[in-house]
């Protein structure tokens, strides 16, 4: 991956609109202009109309013809996939665009961002590869009798994805929905809509035919609601917030439509004695530091054996104290800017709680010493209890949390006592301790000695409130796709007759 500096910069039209059957609808006097503001400078990029649910419904109706009529659904399976992997040469040949554009509009740091685009570019062609494996089952036990199941595309997809990763986030969603067959309405955060939107029109400059994937631009409660909420949605595939994905789910239910919710974390970063320290240490600082803290997999409760503890965290203190905090533009920098402002004020309002709740702050907790932009110190606290506030909520930012633990046995305990139970993170040399860990941790993945491994292949989702559902290629499959069995008999049995 280059590491080199991004010295272009690409054209940011003056306002960003929907897409609705691969072009931008006409603008309609009175409608909503909300600010899309550069992180970094806190400068004006650009204004974000907000589709309201009139523009949602002429979206859902786009999607619902290229379901019901459109070539995308009975396409051969060939040419479906030819256009997913057009997508991903169209991603990779705008690799850099996008990653200007990530950048810019999400303050993600440029090295982060560019292995972003480039996991963008691979689950179109996974999830191509998969629906081109895509079989049915047979059934002949029953003498006389043959009967097969098929899958078929279940139908249009509501897509709402957040604002922590705007192009990885919306592209898994998109990747797993559309290779089967079906189309869509997304709908990303209207904080960072520039990737996206761009990634959108790839799609269709790669040949995507119109209104498989339409794109929807506003607030949660405008155009997030309207979305969910209309009649021509058949489900909804979710990434954002416990509290969203709880009104989300209530929404779908009203409507009887399924929903598959990926959402928020508080994840046990375990280092035990028996660690490799040094990794361990290196593993702690990405798992709660990479992607500006904002990242729901972060592991942000930082569990550490006693006997290490004190020297562990005075090293992690002294580390994070050295990241380096700025532009993220600038290939060297770790940790950008918060994506807005509020979201700034937020993670540092957990400072106080901290205290309050008689944590204590080892380094950090305030604004960085940058003149613009919304920087934030890398910030850790050791707290005294897993009960705080700071160990059971999702600060979402670069913030950690420290608890000191004494038997492995405590520390799963501590692991477990929180609402939600997404990831894990194990550090042990010794065998027995990470496979007992891996058992005993009610969470969707568990990684041993490694911070934040992706496998496509295998299902990513939460136990408890970090989720319903899983992404991967079983699931996938098993949401965004209708079974139907076919029954017929080799002899002709016989029937009652009514009535004879
Ligand atoms: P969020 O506030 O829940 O928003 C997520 C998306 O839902 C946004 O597009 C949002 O629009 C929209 N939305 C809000 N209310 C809605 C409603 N009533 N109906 C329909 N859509 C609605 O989450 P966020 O703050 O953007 O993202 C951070 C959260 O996402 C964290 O909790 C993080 O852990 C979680 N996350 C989970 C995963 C995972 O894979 N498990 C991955 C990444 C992030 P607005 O922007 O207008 O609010």
Same mark, same amino acid.
């Given at each position: 991956?280059?590491?080199?500096?991004?010295?272009?910069?690409?054209?940011?039209?003056?306002?960003?609109?929907?897409?609705?059957?691969?072009?931008?609808?006409?603008?309609?006097?009175?409608?909503? =202009?909300?600010?899309?503001?550069?992180?970094?400078?806190?400068?004006?990029?650009?204004?974000?109309?907000?589709?309201?649910?009139?523009?949602? =419904?002429?979206?859902?109706?786009?999607?619902?013809?290229?379901?019901?009529?459109?070539?995308?659904? @009975?396409?051969?399976?060939?040419?479906?996939?030819?256009?997913?992997?057009?997508?991903?040469?169209?991603?990779?040949?705008?690799?850099?665009?996008?990653?200007?554009?990530?950048?810019?509009?999400?303050?993600?740091?440029?090295?982060?961002?560019?292995?972003?685009?480039?996991?963008?570019?691979?689950?179109?062609?996974?999830?191509?590869?998969?629906?081109?494996?895509?079989?049915?089952?047979?059934?002949?036990?029953?003498?006389?009798?043959?009967?097969?199941?098929?899958?078929?595309?279940?139908?249009?997809?509501?897509?709402?994805?957040?604002?922590?990763?705007?192009?990885?986030?919306?592209?898994?969603?998109?990747?797993?929905?559309?290779?089967?067959?079906?189309?869509?309405?997304?709908?990303?955060?209207?904080?960072?809509?520039?990737?996206?939107?761009?990634?959108?029109?790839?799609?269709?400059?790669?040949?995507?035919?119109?209104?498989?994937?339409?794109?929807?631009?506003? @607030?949660?409660?405008?155009?997030? &609601?309207?979305?969910?909420?209309?009649?021509?949605?058949?489900?909804?595939?979710?990434?954002?917030?416990?509290?969203?994905?709880?009104?989300?789910?209530?929404?779908?239910?009203?409507?009887?439509?399924?929903?598959? $919710?990926?959402?928020?974390?508080?994840?046990?970063?375990?280092?035990?004695?028996?660690?490799?320290?040094?990794?361990?240490?290196?593993?702690?600082?990405?798992?709660?530091?990479?992607?500006?803290?904002?990242?729901?997999?972060? #592991?942000?409760?930082?569990?550490?054996?006693?006997?290490?503890?004190?020297?562990?965290?005075?090293?992690?203190?002294?580390?994070?104290? @050295?990241?380096?905090?700025?532009?993220?533009?600038?290939?060297?920098?770790?940790? #950008?800017? $918060?994506?807005?402002?509020?979201?700034?004020?937020?993670?540092?309002?957990?400072?106080?709680?901290?205290?309050?709740?008689?944590?204590?702050?080892?380094?950090?907790?305030?604004?960085?010493?940058?003149?613009?932009?919304?920087?934030?110190?890398?910030?850790?606290?050791?707290?005294?209890?897993?009960?705080?506030?700071?160990?059971?909520?999702?600060?979402?930012?670069?913030?950690?949390?420290?608890?000191?633990?004494?038997?492995?046995?405590?520390?799963?305990?501590?692991?477990?006592?929180?609402?939600?139970?997404?990831?894990?993170?194990?550090?042990?040399?010794?065998?027995?301790?990470?496979?007992?860990?891996?058992? =005993?941790?009610?969470?969707? &993945?568990?990684?041993?000695?490694?911070?934040?491994?992706?496998?496509?292949?295998?299902?990513?989702?939460?136990?408890?409130?970090?989720?319903?559902? @899983?992404?991967?290629?079983?699931?996938?499959?098993?949401?965004? &796709?209708?079974?139907?069995?076919?029954?017929?008999?080799?002899?002709?049995?016989?029937?009652?007759?009514?009535?004879?």
């Amino acid at each position: 991956m280059s590491s080199a500096p991004i010295t272009q910069a690409w054209p940011i039209a003056p306002r960003i609109q929907s897409l609705i059957d691969g072009i931008s609808p006409a603008l309609r006097a009175g409608g909503t =202009d909300l600010p899309i503001v550069n992180p970094t400078t806190e400068a004006p990029i650009s204004v974000l109309r907000e589709a309201d649910a009139q523009e949602v =419904d002429a979206a859902v109706m786009s999607a619902r013809r290229a379901f019901d009529t459109g070539p995308w659904p @009975r396409l051969d399976i060939n040419a479906r996939k030819d256009i997913l992997y057009a997508i991903r040469d169209r991603v990779r040949a705008h690799a850099e665009e996008l990653a200007w554009l990530e950048c810019t509009g999400a303050g993600l740091p440029l090295a982060r961002v560019r292995e972003q685009v480039q996991r963008t570019a691979r689950v179109f062609e996974f999830f191509a590869e998969v629906a081109s494996t895509l079989h049915g089952e047979v059934y002949s036990q029953s003498k006389g009798w043959l009967t097969w199941v098929t899958r078929e595309p279940k139908g249009v997809a509501a897509l709402i994805s957040p604002w922590n990763a705007p192009l990885s986030l919306a592209s898994m969603r998109m990747a797993t929905c559309i290779p089967w067959g079906n189309t869509c309405v997304l709908k990303p955060s209207e904080v960072t809509p520039l990737s996206v939107r761009r990634l959108v029109e790839i799609l269709h400059e790669a040949g995507l035919p119109p209104g498989v994937v339409n794109l929807v631009n506003g @607030r949660g409660s405008v155009t997030g &609601t309207a979305l969910v909420d209309h009649a021509g949605i058949d489900l909804v595939g979710f990434t954002g917030g416990t509290a969203t994905g709880r009104a989300i789910m209530t929404a779908a239910a009203r409507r009887l439509v399924p929903a598959a $919710l990926e959402l928020g974390g508080k994840s046990a970063n375990i280092v035990c004695a028996s660690a490799d320290i040094e990794r361990a240490l290196d593993g702690a600082l990405v798992g709660i530091f990479a992607n500006n803290g904002q990242q729901c997999l972060a #592991g942000s409760r930082i569990l550490v054996q006693r006997p290490v503890a004190a020297e562990f965290i005075e090293r992690f203190v002294e580390r994070a104290r @050295r990241i380096r905090v700025g532009d993220p533009l600038a290939p060297a920098t770790e940790i #950008g800017p $918060l994506a807005f402002e509020a979201h700034r004020d937020r993670v540092l309002s957990y400072a106080a709680i901290a205290r309050a709740d008689g944590a204590r702050l080892l380094t950090g907790g305030r604004r960085a010493a940058i003149e613009r932009g919304w920087f934030v110190e890398p910030t850790a606290v050791l707290a005294p209890s897993n009960e705080t506030r700071v160990c059971q909520e999702e600060i979402f930012g670069p913030f950690a949390a420290f608890l000191e633990f004494d038997t492995v046995d405590e520390a799963i305990a501590i692991a477990n006592r929180s609402k939600f139970g997404l990831v894990s993170y194990v550090w042990s040399e010794d065998i027995g301790t990470a496979l007992r860990c891996s058992r =005993d941790i009610r969470a969707g &993945t568990v990684w041993i000695n490694t911070p934040m491994m992706r496998e496509l292949r295998a299902p990513f989702g939460g136990y408890k409130e970090s989720g319903v559902g @899983r992404d991967g290629p079983a699931a996938s499959v098993d949401f965004f &796709t209708e079974q139907k069995a076919t029954i017929v008999p080799l002899d002709p049995p016989p029937v009652h007759r009514f009535g004879a």
